[in-house]
């Protein structure tokens, strides 16, 4: 008989200590065989793109290398759909807790709760509940969800109407992006940067967004102008 395979969690932080807590806490109460710990969102969707099927858990920061924020977790979720994501950050702004839960992650467990709450948080979230700070919860215990409002597209097919900027990409998103230019195809941008095709799916999803297109003919005609500049 087959055994299953045993569950791997994932921490996305850059602070050495946080991780080494929660790592604690994620194998001795919720027997997680494997805790992977990343630094950075980049280094975070590389590993679960190797570990697709494997990590069910995934926690990130906001406040790290890569991250611009809650939004840019849209993209794990689009492509992870498998794995429960949740956001465990020192902010307790409003807005990024609705952000978050609007692109769809799992729970926003404020890192300031003390270790036996983020334990239960991390429970409601492995049950399949949505973890939210008590400030933000509403009688029926439900959080309530951002209204987006399409706006106008501006040049270039930008819902938002503004110019994408370089520097609002992470380093690897950079690098995809000047191989997408070329005319490169996800298979050729994986071989060029040693990475697996799924990592560059996910780099390639997390891309289209940061520039406000919709699809890769538009985001190599934003990015040869971005990279020309």
Request: proline content about 7%; charged content about 20%; some cysteine.
């Amino acid at each position: 008989m087959t055994q299953p395979t045993p569950p791997v969690a994932l921490i996305a932080d850059d602070d050495d200590f946080f991780r080494l807590a929660v790592v604690a806490i994620l194998t001795r109460s919720f027997g997680f065989a494997e805790v992977v710990e990343t630094g950075s969102l980049d280094a975070a969707l590389d590993q679960l793109s190797t570990r697709r099927g494997a990590v069910t858990l995934a926690l990130f920061d906001l406040a790290m290398p890569g991250m611009e924020g809650p939004g840019s977790l849209s993209a794990v979720r689009e492509c992870f759909p498998a794995v429960k994501v949740a956001v465990v950050s020192a902010s307790t702004e409003r807005n990024k807790i609705l952000t978050a839960l609007g692109v769809g992650v799992h729970g926003y467990v404020p890192k300031g709760i003390g270790s036996a709450e983020l334990t239960r948080a991390v429970g409601m979230i492995l049950e399949g509940q949505i973890f939210v700070p008590a400030s933000l919860a509403v009688l029926d215990g439900a959080a309530p969800r951002p209204v987006i409002e399409p706006r106008p597209s501006g040049l270039d097919g930008r819902q938002d109407g503004r110019q994408p900027r370089i520097p609002d990409l992470t380093p690897r998103q950079r690098d995809v992006l000047a191989l997408l230019v070329e005319g490169r195809s996800n298979k050729e941008i994986a071989r060029r940067l040693q990475l697996g095709e799924g990592t560059v799916k996910v780099h390639m999803a997390a891309l289209l967004r940061s520039l406000g297109v919709q699809n890769r003919a538009a985001a190599a005609v934003v990015g040869a102008r971005l990279l020309a500049e």
